[in-house]
């Protein structure tokens, strides 16, 4: 009869913590989290004892009083008298704004320089690459000032503009380039107007619908009906015969040299800052955007733009069924990823005086309060939002379209 | 074959006929021409859209540039001088390059040690970046860098870096000896010994204060351009082991440690850098002991070396990612512990797959150091912006002075980024 001797018995020794790869893991955690709530204690005793040395607390109530400082740009209602809560509203606001007029302006940029920088043109292609290459590779902060001054110190005053005999013409008879920001006209709406308005997204939506229909009877018959002429005709045609039917009740406000004898008035002040900001970011973020196109169209195999051609769809098709939506799938990641980059640097609009939320809350409130900790820990949360909302879209849409192999 | 049609053909030819040119519109500069500038009528209005604005913006770019004045002493001097024509006022160049290099504040004898650092910078990073074509043996001349550029900038005894490499040599040395019985208590050997020696070197350097001394600089007076390299330089180097630590915290099982990393990065990630040097301007000093007292350039650096480490780091867990499960696998099967199977197999193809990735960090680390000059520090463009431009003299003259920061970063951003494709060409092993 065989005898088994006993497994050795499995008593836990000290030293299996660190020997042990199965205990070691805890060993090494437990030590990081002791030296983590160690780093945060003696952090936040400094802080206390700083604090208290000072006479001061963490306290968000003062954003419950009054600003009393002013905002020249404003998307909400605001006076100098409102909270600081409502100030801060407003920076938020501020920095959204820029950040989506600058989203599609760098898009626009972006795309347009990325392919005109694969033309066979050799001369364009050349240009476009100087493009990039100088404005990836210089600060945007040199050219965000740079636009800056080019708005403010060499624009003409906007005295120029001013009496029966100008020194200078507004652009088309519309808008005023000045040093105190550029007046573009403003629609007014009589009540008729708002008529007018609804008409128009109605026939945008019939424009989608006719797309759809076409879109249907060529999967259904075969026939090809046209598409570009037609859907231009029902967006733009029943908007003007409103316009005119209705006795043209949307004007524009004009800026007006003659009413004022110091200043321009009328139509819509942008501020040069404002302006600054939004081009310097655009062209900017535009130049990683170019390259990302770029990247995109490349990346796509000369072989299924070979083989869609040996099928015989038209190079425009090639383009749109083949190329774009293999290329999207690369280009889009990145993209998002700069316009993440472009909402962050928004906030050096803090060196022009553009009144976003790093401005309002992390310049002005924070000098006037004091409470310089309470200010920033709310700045960084909202920014941390926002680029984790961006990263939340980018995740959503990456899951969607991975290959589903097999 | 020729044989059996002989009688059938008429005509044979035997000899080749000689070579013609090719037609005049298919060759040279004409056929290049046509090709690439008005290949068709959509390309041809374009090619003479950007001829005309070309020849437009030098037309009138050029008188700017050869009227250019270069000797004057304020912008009123200038157009004076001018006297109406379209002329550059370079002069202010002329007079404040040094200001724009070196700050307001460092002492005029001492603009040669900047300057010898900034040489000995590029032999420094020579056997860094050509590593392929230069013996490993001058890593060395990398390694002493740091130190010797401290010693020059900074001033002072030469004793204080030399005790600090000092530190470093004996802490590797320790670390060698007992590196094969515990990776980690070797590490834990090497920094007792390098805080060891560091604490007598300290006793040494306050002994003897005076030996192959400069006079020193604070760091309050460094500025310009200068300044923009030295933080660029200082938080691209340290952010890197921090950001491979991260990166392989993130990896990590252990989920506290894996939560640490991941907080961390996502955090200083998600906000702005200008948020994070707030931070260092007015928030930090917060969390220290009432009593120290860290200058600001040092408390930038704490927060852009956190900054760009999380960068770093996501760009490191790129290339861990992209390795194949296998290398993972093999270490693991060869009875490797994990430092070893890390050092020895995974970060050198981990790393290597990243470089591009760190080095575009990089550049835009250096761009972004510009932002310092919001939370008021005299760097290139600071000093633009505050000094130079608030000047009497010199208050008005813009295009002359962004110029300037233009092509101070351009070549090097340019320079760097170009390297870093080249060494995606070198790297790029497979698929050929």
Partial sequence: MATLSDPPSESFQLSKLIRDTRYRSYTFQLIALIALILVFAYLGSNLASNLAEAGLNISFSFLGNSAGYDINQSLIEYNNQMTHLRATLVGALNTLLVAFLGCILATIIGVIVGVLRLSKNWLIGRIMSIYVEIFRNVPVLIWILIIYFVMTAAMPSARDYLGEEPERDLLLGLIAFTNRGVYVPAAVFQPMGWVVLGVFVASIFGAIAYRRYATKLLYDTGRLLPMGWPMLAIVILPALVAFFVLGQPIALDRPDPLANRFNLQGGIP???????????LSIYTAAFIAENVRAGILAVSRGQTEAAASLGLRPNRIMNLVVLPQALRVIIPPVISQYLNLTKNSSLAIAVGYMDLTATLGGITLNQTGRAIECILLLMLFYLAISLAISAVMNAYNSAIRLKER | MSDTHAESVAFVRDTMIPEQAPPASEAGAVKWVRSNLFPDWLNAILTIVALYLIARLVIGAFPWFANGIWNASSLSECREILDGATGGCFAVLAERWNQLLFGFQYPSTEYWRPALAFVLLAVAAAPLLFWMYLPSRLLVLTALYPFVAYWLLWGGTILTPAVAALGFVVAYLVFARIERRSFALALGAAVVAAVATWFLGGLLVDALPRVLALPEVASRNMGGFMLNFILGVVCVSLSLPIGILLALGRQSKMPIIKWICVVFI????????????????????????????????????????????????????????????????????LGLDYPQAMRLIIMPQALKISIPGIVNVAVGLFKDTTLVSIISMFDLVGMIRGPILASTEWNGVYWELWGFAILMFFPVCYAISKYSQWLERQLATDHR
Avoid: C, H
Wanted: net charge negative; proline share 5%; hydrophobic share 60%.
């Fill in chain 2, 266 to 333: 996502e955090f200083i990630r998600g906000v702005p850098l200008i948020t994070l040097l707030f931070v260092a301007n007015v928030v930090l000093a917060y969390f220290f002991p009432p009593e120290t007292n860290i200058d600001l350039i040092l408390r930038v650096i704490i927060m852009i070396t956190a900054f760009a480490s999380a960068y770093i780091a996501e760009v490191i867990r790129g290339g861990l990612a992209a390795l194949p499960k296998g290398q993972y696998e093999a270490a693991d099967s």
């Fill in chain 1, 270 to 280: 942008i501020s040069g800052a404002f302006i600054a900001l939004w081009f310097a």
